[in-house]
């Protein structure tokens, strides 16, 4: 189970983050979805708004339906397949930008500061070196920063904005074109720009942001340009087609197809079937091969070879022919595999740990001010990196020799995996001829050649350099993580945790007279405990990383390794992407509840104060209704009249199975009667002749009695808003609750639809005459639909009439209020719902439940108050 529970800390008050406290009070859950000054924690968010992948069935929908036939389906279909191999050829170009650009600045930097270097070594101007190296690096920061500041989204890796869009939560801004320009161009200069950074956290968000756009063929950045495209007009499409160009940005990346179907699936799709799986994978392979196409045609001038799968490739792990008592790996070495799983998972929470302190404290004293202040921290970043990597290099660095043996080897695995950059990896700052300096060799090299160096150098590192490395980058990484650039956490942490094997190698075969164990081993071995302490990824990265080594073999151990890591590190918090969303107050749904939960129903959980329409209803009352709340659905319902006096009378069980408090019943009571003061809801022709007719009520008994009467036999009461009649103090009981039967669900964006386009008509006229929208275009506007503040009220005559029936979904899922929590839970989840009424035996709507009520603190919270009435 992710998270603390109980007394359980992640490590030391001062510097830690402690589990979910235990001291919060039913008060509490009147401020869920606002951050707590005093305590440490922050709360999801009610502001956010959750996607819709439910199908709506309403008459529009239907008259699509009825033209639909077997060749409209497979076009439709073939269509579908067009566009997710577009995704995956966009994604994979995406790719192949970044990298050559990422390429070229650093070969130009590197090239110019190394020159300086070796000049000045023999000069005593190494402070020139310096400056050079500080004036590359903080221009590109500062270009990185300014992009970030036109989208504030491009910042960070992107994965936790992608794995709530999955998850079902819609995120501002998160798929516009806008962010991935930003994103694309921010990445190529913060990677440059020597952060302690990768790109191909980044690649996966460029990827989303592809798969979302395409389709539309349209965007708000760009909106001369505008292509009649009926297809993939609603969320359910969007979502599908996100969750492929995710996983075509893993796929480039990393040169893993299956690897990225996989992580698409496990980090958020909640919906998911076979055909979706197909699309994802071929999407991926589209993605994989583009790239592999144009790097290996760019820089071995062979295309259509295939030799460079991603933008990142672990190359060939073999033994040297010569030696013939290595092996790859031995069952004996799992053991060492699993106690280093432990230690990547410590090392992976204390990570996350201090990565969630330093967000908080930016949260706290760098957000809130001027936006120049993120800037001036990049840079600060950026100059305490670069003086680190220099003087280190310097300094702390080695000189080992080069054995002919190594020259060998590595020049035979260049040939494989790498570019030009390798044939100018091994650095020789400041020692004689045939020895290189250790650390400059890791510390002055792109970040990929750092870790090819560490999985296939044969030539040895001093213990010390890898540990001082490992603390240094450590450090530094959790320090850039959160930073105003756009930031890929995936590359850092493989090549940290590749330093902690290659450390651990290096003391085996010293200390301990292992001579048997091949150091490439322990170095990926490493990197993949530190990278699952860190990410928490089990089946998703387990392929990932066998993918990128093409070894098989690497299989069990790899898996064995991430799920050591996870189990430790998730004792004592979250994944550094979870933590992440939590701190944005996201409401994000984990895979399932715990199992205490099904102590709750659905009734203990639900939202009972409820914002309603009738059917057919006065342009006056929707407006107000629209402008004086935010929800973004209403129940359609009618009042229950033809039950009014036995519901009275208490012979007829109406709404049973709720349970409210007094308190409960006069809130809501109020709560209806300040919101009907300033509006007016009128029925339909049908239940307007009902109203007229006479209806004989008895003697009211006293007020409290009533309501201790209704308690008593577990009714819940509902307001009724009279046709032409306000609200008085005078009504009483029987004039102030009446039950609603329910009829449907009808979104905010469609009731703005409808009144944006006139869809209404007048009293004197049926309903018959109201014009009808056609499917095209009631999700014309989408995904950015008018806002009822924007809408010209003098256009709109307040007395016309809308009837909402032929464009509300008659048939949405609905729930007992007796059912248990972790069935409302599953449904929810698995359907990708938005809103989720809770109907009771008779029809009636007795409340509504929607992601927020579904959170992990809001069910505890619930839980806590469930307790505490026992």
């Known amino acids: 189970?992710?998270?603390?529970?109980?007394?359980?800390?992640?490590?030391?008050?001062?510097?830690?983050?402690?589990?979910?406290?235990?001291?919060?009070?039913?008060?509490?859950?009147?401020?869920?979805?606002?951050?707590?000054?005093?305590?440490?924690?922050?709360?999801?968010?009610?502001?956010?708004?959750?996607?819709?992948?439910?199908?709506?069935?309403?008459?529009?929908?239907?008259?699509?339906?009825?033209?639909?036939?077997?060749?409209?389906?497979?076009?439709?279909?073939?269509?579908?397949?067009?566009?997710?191999?577009?995704?995956?050829?966009?994604?994979?170009?995406?790719?192949?930008?970044?990298?050559?650009?990422?390429?070229?600045?650093?070969?130009?930097?590197?090239?110019?500061?190394?020159?300086?270097?070796?000049?000045?070594?023999?000069?005593?101007?190494?402070?020139?070196?310096?400056?050079?190296?500080?004036?590359?690096?903080?221009?590109?920061?500062?270009?990185?920063?300014?992009?970030?500041?036109?989208?504030?989204?491009?910042?960070?890796?992107?994965?936790?904005?992608?794995?709530?869009?999955?998850?079902?939560?819609?995120?501002?801004?998160?798929?516009?074109?806008?962010?991935?320009?930003?994103?694309?161009?921010?990445?190529?200069?913060?990677?440059?720009?020597?952060?302690?950074?990768?790109?191909?956290?980044?690649?996966?968000?460029?990827?989303?942001?592809?798969?979302?756009?395409?389709?539309?063929?349209?965007?708000?950045?760009?909106?001369?340009?505008?292509?009649?495209?009926?297809?993939?007009?609603?969320?359910?499409?969007?979502?599908?087609?996100?969750?492929?160009?995710?996983?075509?940005?893993?796929?480039?990346?990393?040169?893993?197809?299956?690897?990225?179907?996989?992580?698409?699936?496990?980090?958020?799709?909640?919906?998911?079937?076979?055909?979706?799986?197909?699309?994802?994978?071929?999407?991926?392979?589209?993605?994989?091969?583009?790239?592999?196409?144009?790097?290996?045609?760019?820089?071995?001038?062979?295309?259509?070879?295939?030799?460079?799968?991603?933008?990142?490739?672990?190359?060939?792990?073999?033994?040297?022919?010569?030696?013939?008592?290595?092996?790859?790996?031995?069952?004996?070495?799992?053991?060492?595999?699993?106690?280093?799983?432990?230690?990547?998972?410590?090392?992976?929470?204390?990570?996350?740990?201090?990565?969630?302190?330093?967000?908080?404290?930016?949260?706290?004293?760098?957000?809130?001010?001027?936006?120049?202040?993120?800037?001036?921290?990049?840079?600060?970043?950026?100059?305490?990196?670069?003086?680190?990597?220099?003087?280190?290099?310097?300094?702390?660095?080695?000189?080992?020799?080069?054995?002919?043996?190594?020259?060998?080897?590595?020049?035979?695995?260049?040939?494989?995996?790498?570019?030009?950059?390798?044939?100018?990896?091994?650095?020789?700052?400041?020692?004689?001829?045939?020895?290189?300096?250790?650390?400059?060799?890791?510390?002055?090299?792109?970040?990929?050649?750092?870790?090819?160096?560490?999985?296939?150098?044969?030539?040895?590192?001093?213990?010390v350099t890898l540990a001082l490395f490992f603390v240094l980058y450590f450090l530094l990484a959790c320090w850039t993580y959160g930073i105003s650039v756009p930031s890929g956490l995936f590359v850092p942490s493989l090549l940290c945790g590749a330093a902690f094997g290659r450390l651990v190698a290096n003391v085996l075969k010293s200390y301990i007279g292992l001579g048997h164990i091949y150091s490439g081993t322990f170095a990926l071995i490493g990197a993949a405990a530190f990278l699952g302490g860190v990410v928490r990824m089990t089946i998703s990265l387990t392929v990932i990383l066998i993918e990128s080594t093409n070894e098989i073999t690497y299989g069990l151990p790899i898996m064995v390794t991430l799920m050591v890591a996870k189990w430790t590190g998730d004792f004592f918090n979250k994944g550094i992407y979870d933590i992440h969303v939590g701190l944005r107050g996201v409401p994000l749904l984990e895979w399932e509840t715990e199992v205490e939960m099904d102590k709750l129903r659905a009734s203990d959980i639900m939202e009972p104060n409820l914002t309603y329409v009738y059917p057919h209803t006065r342009i006056q009352s929707l407006v107000s209704i629209l402008r004086t709340t935010v929800h973004h659905a209403f129940p359609v319902v009618t009042e229950n009249r033809g039950n009014e006096k036995e519901f009275m009378k208490g012979n007829q069980l109406i709404s049973n199975n709720i349970k409210f408090k007094k308190s409960s019943i006069l809130t809501r009571a109020g709560e209806q009667r300040k919101r009907s003061q300033s509006m007016k809801s009128y029925p339909s022709s049908e239940l307007r002749n009902m109203c007229d007719e006479h209806i004989t009520s008895e003697e009211p008994a006293e007020k409290e009695d009533l309501l201790q009467q209704m308690l008593e036999r577990r009714y819940t009461p509902y307001p009724n808003l009279y046709p032409d009649q306000s609200p008085s103090e005078d009504w009483t009981m029987e004039e102030r609750f009446r039950p609603l039967t329910f009829h449907g669900l009808i979104l905010r964006s469609q009731l703005v639809t409808l009144l944006v386009r006139g869809v209404c008509y007048s009293e004197s006229q049926s309903s018959a005459s109201q014009p009808r929208l056609s499917y095209a275009e009631m999700a014309e506007d989408y995904p950015r639909y008018p806002d009822i503040h924007d809408l010209d009220l003098t256009l709109l005559n307040p007395r016309m009439i809308v009837d909402v029936t032929p464009y509300m979904n008659p048939s949405p899922f609905t729930i007992s209020p007796n059912t248990h929590v972790s069935q409302v839970f599953n449904l929810f989840r698995t359907m990708g719902l938005r809103h989720l009424p809770v109907v009771n035996a008779v029809g009636e709507i007795v409340g509504i439940i929607t992601r927020h009520n579904l959170t992990y603190e809001f069910l505890q919270a619930r839980l806590r108050q469930h307790y505490q009435t026992i």
């Open 1 to 463: 189970m992710a998270g603390c529970r109980g007394s359980l800390c992640c490590c030391c008050r001062w510097c830690c983050c402690c589990g979910e406290r235990e001291t919060r009070t039913p008060e509490e859950l009147t401020i869920l979805g606002e951050t707590q000054e005093e305590e440490d924690e922050i709360l999801p968010r009610k502001d956010y708004e959750s996607l819709d992948y439910d199908r709506c069935i309403n008459d529009p929908y239907l008259e699509v339906l009825e033209t639909m036939d077997n060749k409209k389906s497979r076009r439709y279909e073939a269509v579908k397949w067009m566009v997710v191999f577009a995704i995956g050829v966009c994604t994979g170009l995406v790719g192949l930008f970044v990298d050559f650009f990422v390429r070229l600045f650093t070969q130009l930097k590197f090239a110019v500061v190394q020159t300086s270097v070796e000049e000045c070594s023999q000069k005593g101007c190494l402070a020139l070196s310096l400056l050079e190296l500080l004036g590359f690096n903080l221009t590109f920061v500062f270009l990185a920063s300014l992009l970030v500041l036109i989208e504030p989204v491009a910042a960070g890796s992107g994965i936790p904005e992608v794995k709530c869009y999955l998850n079902g939560v819609k995120v501002p801004g998160i798929v516009r074109l806008r962010t991935l320009l930003c994103k694309i161009l921010g990445v190529l200069f913060s990677v440059a720009g020597g952060l302690f950074v990768g790109k191909e956290g980044p690649m996966i968000h460029s990827g989303s942001v592809v798969g979302a756009g395409l389709p539309q063929f349209q965007s708000i950045s760009l909106r001369k340009i505008q292509f009649n495209f009926p297809y993939f007009r609603s969320d359910r499409d969007k979502r599908d087609f996100v969750s492929a160009g995710a996983a075509a940005g893993v796929a480039a990346a990393f040169g893993a197809p299956i690897g990225g179907t996989l992580f698409s699936l496990e980090e958020g799709s909640s919906f998911w079937n076979q055909g979706l799986t197909w699309k994802v994978l071929f999407c991926s392979m589209s993605a994989t091969f583009t790239l592999n196409f144009f790097r290996s045609g760019i820089q071995f001038g062979s295309w259509g070879s295939f030799q460079l799968p991603g933008l990142l490739n672990f190359g060939e792990f073999k033994c040297s022919d010569s030696d013939k008592k290595c092996h790859l790996w031995t069952a004996m070495d799992l053991g060492f595999f699993i106690v280093m799983g432990v230690i990547g998972g410590l090392l992976g929470a204390t990570f996350n740990c201090l990565n969630k302190r330093l967000a908080k404290y930016r949260m706290r004293n760098v957000h809130p001010k001027p936006k120049l202040v993120r800037v001036l921290e990049s840079l600060l970043v950026s100059l305490v990196t670069t003086v680190v990597v220099f003087v280190a290099s310097m300094v702390l660095g080695e000189c080992r020799q080069i054995s002919s043996s190594s020259q060998i080897g590595n020049d035979s695995f260049q040939l494989q995996v790498t570019s030009e950059d390798v044939n100018s990896s091994i650095k020789t700052f400041f020692c004689p001829n045939d020895t290189y300096n250790d650390m400059a060799t890791l510390f002055f090299n792109p970040q990929e050649s750092a870790i090819l160096q560490l999985f296939h150098q044969d030539g040895t590192f001093s213990p």
